[in-house]
């Protein structure tokens, strides 16, 4: 199959990515796609839009070509900030496909399946969309002034493409709210190297204390707060708050200011921590540091974090009714709590360290799930499946 995926911004390079333009990896989990549908025997080309004057015209890495298109300036843009230069971009799409179509194109992100649905036009090449996050989601509505004509475009972009590959099943609920009829829906999640994220390996440096580690917040709405005032009820455990800026940097953020002056306040700022921006090689090491991730927010999420801790054998606390569901089994793997209730948090989470051996177990079975469930080989039969029924 001749497979075609359309990004804005694309990691070729899954050994240095770029963190400060992709700091959710998304662009490096676009690239990782394509190398997994590579190996399954498929002929894949990623066409991004050209961020950079370093950029080459094109490029090969893992089996991929890699097609960058003049549209705009040679630099980063948020998906907003693209928006002006989508007509540019599928004429250079169209210009592409002309003499030589794909059997299946897949965008990624709600401006690029714009700019597909426009290169394909009046042609018979089914159009597959990925959004990795949507504006109808309270976070985006919250942050974001222009989340009405996001919105709008979002909607347009799910009812018009072939099909739509959610990555979780509270996103099917949204993408049904769109008005995408569920039969077009498939959830095919996020995938995770397996080889990297594994149980077996170093594990980061740590004191005696019991270890909850989560992620910066990247936006409002992400429960930090919550696991703050639960570290109030858990004496002697540490909360490490991995990633954000760098290291210098930290004291001018304003959110993680917020979150330090809640610690002070709390009385628990002796055991909370701010790592600053973590190095994508340090991130496995972390994650087999840990006791518990905690991801509780209900209208965030850490992204593939939570799977690849899982992945490493440690046990997730995430919020039910959130994106993490799918992945966290309560009782199994982990646990799940209702968002913003400090109270209920503690407790469960004492009930866990209060259980070396259940923790153990609970260990064994996230990393088990993880490998099973969300390994890149997996994910790529599944997303060629969505490819074969769209077609």
């Given at each position: ?48 839009r050209k961020d950079s004057p370093a950029r080459p ?310 990393a088990d799930r993880a490998r099973s469930r969300y ?17």
């Open positions: 199959m001749r497979i075609a995926l359309v990004t804005g911004h694309v990691t070729p390079d899954a050994t240095h990515p770029d963190q400060s333009a992709d700091p959710r990896g998304q662009a490096l989990r676009v690239a990782s796609l394509a190398g997994t549908l590579s190996e399954l025997g498929h002929q894949v080309t990623v066409y991004a015209r094109s490029e090969s890495a893992g089996g991929v070509r890699f097609e960058y298109l003049t549209a705009g300036p040679a630099a980063p843009l948020t998906q907003e900030q693209l928006l002006p230069q989508l007509g540019k971009f599928s004429d250079e799409l169209a210009k592409r496909w002309r003499d030589s179509p794909p059997d299946v194109v897949h965008a990624h992100f709600w401006t690029s399946g714009l700019a597909a649905l426009a290169a394909t036009r009046g042609t018979r090449i089914p159009v597959v969309q990925t959004f990795h996050s949507l504006a109808g989601m309270p976070r985006h509505a919250l942050a974001n002034g222009d989340a009405a004509v996001r919105i709008k475009m979002e909607r347009l972009v799910a009812k018009t493409v072939r099909a739509v590959l959610a990555g979780s099943s509270s996103e099917v609920s949204e993408l049904a709210s769109l008005g995408v009829p569920r039969a077009a829906i498939s959830v095919v999640p996020f995938g995770v190297d397996t080889d990297k994220f594994d149980p077996e390996g170093p594990a980061a440096r740590r004191t005696k204390r019991p270890r909850l580690l989560a992620a910066a917040p990247t936006s409002p709405g992400h429960g930090l707060d919550t696991v703050i005032r639960a570290l109030a009820g858990l004496p002697g455990a540490e909360l490490l708050v991995a990633g954000g800026p760098p290291r210098a940097e930290i004291a001018a953020d304003p959110v993680l200011c917020e979150l330090a002056r809640l610690a002070e306040r709390t009385g628990v700022s002796d055991r909370v921590m701010f790592t600053g921006k973590v190095a994508a090689a340090r991130v496995p090491a972390l994650l087999r540091s840990a006791d518990l991730f905690v991801q509780v927010a209900g209208t965030d999420s850490a992204g593939i974090l939570p799977v690849e801790a899982m992945a490493c054998g440690t046990p997730v606390v995430a919020a039910a009714d959130s994106a993490d569901q799918d992945a966290v089994v309560d009782g199994a793997t982990g646990a799940l709590v209702r968002p913003g209730d400090a109270t209920a948090l503690a407790r469960r989470i004492r009930q866990l360290l209060a259980s070396p051996m259940l923790l153990e177990g609970f260990g064994i079975a996230a390994s890149w080989a997996r994910v790529g039969q599944q997303t060629v499946a969505a490819y074969e029924r769209a077609s």
